[in-house]
């Protein structure tokens, strides 16, 4: 009886450390809604501005779910681009994807297959930076942690792409309205906040300078998408061999 009872209140406990990471990652994705809000509506009034519907942009956001991709797709397909050419150059710019996930995996490898397929799928620039800075920090991300900060961002670019496909009749320009500097500055806000956490500051500035500098080098002689990859790994590759060497 006793025995019963104890792994009942223990099944409890799990249940509630479970949901408390869960709305843990729910919280911990709130200081990127703002971003996501904004660039997501922008998207919206872009993709309603190529002629597509509003049931098109939400498939387009559920299943795809890429700003910078759905930008390009919006444009390639106002200008009558073929769907092959449109799916290429989408695969290109997202190849990006593969290093976030890389670098996220060691941390997840106990987790079933299952579940970072889920978590894969919904990664994005964004929530690796929170997930970067949360583990930088020395703290254990666990699947609910991680699922709550991944579904909270899904559902509001959601949100934002739907509610610029309805009100972009009433906005032509959306940069006037700065909406378009709202992803890169979230990016700086969480790229400043990660650095702070760790010890090797010096090494840190110098793998960001050396991927602005690679990334403007490779612009001139690789795709559009391959550059940044390329900058990535290589200023990546610098930084391991220094923090190795020091």
């Known amino acids: 009886m006793k ?4 792994i009942v209140i223990k099944q409890e406990d799990g249940s509630l450390q479970e949901e408390n990471q869960l709305l843990q990652g729910v919280k911990d994705c709130v200081p990127t809604l703002l971003g996501y809000l904004s660039i997501g509506f922008a998207a919206g009034v872009v993709q309603n501005t190529a ?8 498939m387009m956001s559920l299943f795809l779910y890429a700003g910078s ?27 990006r994807h593969f290093l976030l996930s890389a670098a996220l995996a060691p941390h997840f490898r106990r987790f079933p297959t299952w579940q970072n397929m889920i978590n894969g799928f919904l990664l994005t620039d964004e929530t690796f930076g929170v997930a970067s800075n949360h583990l930088a920090s020395g703290k254990q991300a666990t699947y609910s942690w991680l699922l709550g900060l991944n579904v909270t961002a899904y559902l509001n670019w959601l949100v934002a792409n739907l509610a610029g496909a309805y009100f972009g009749n009433w906005i032509t320009n959306p940069e006037a309205f700065g909406l378009d500097f709202a992803l890169p500055a979230m990016f700086v806000g969480l790229l400043v906040l990660q650095m702070a956490v ?47 060497w020091n």
């Open 198 to 244: 760790r010890s090797k500051l010096a090494i840190n500035l110098f793998v960001a300078g050396c991927a602005i500098l690679f990334t403007i080098g490779a612009s001139f002689l690789l795709p559009k998408g391959i550059d940044i990859l390329f900058a990535c790994i290589l200023a990546a590759t610098l930084g391991t061999v220094m923090k190795k």
């Open 51 to 58: 002629g597509l519907s509003i049931l098109e942009i939400a």
């Open 3 to 6: 025995r019963e009872s104890s």
């Open 69 to 95: 991709a759905q930008f390009i797709a919006a444009g390639m397909f106002a200008s009558g681009a073929p769907v092959l050419s449109i799916i290429l150059t989408i695969f290109i710019v997202n190849l």
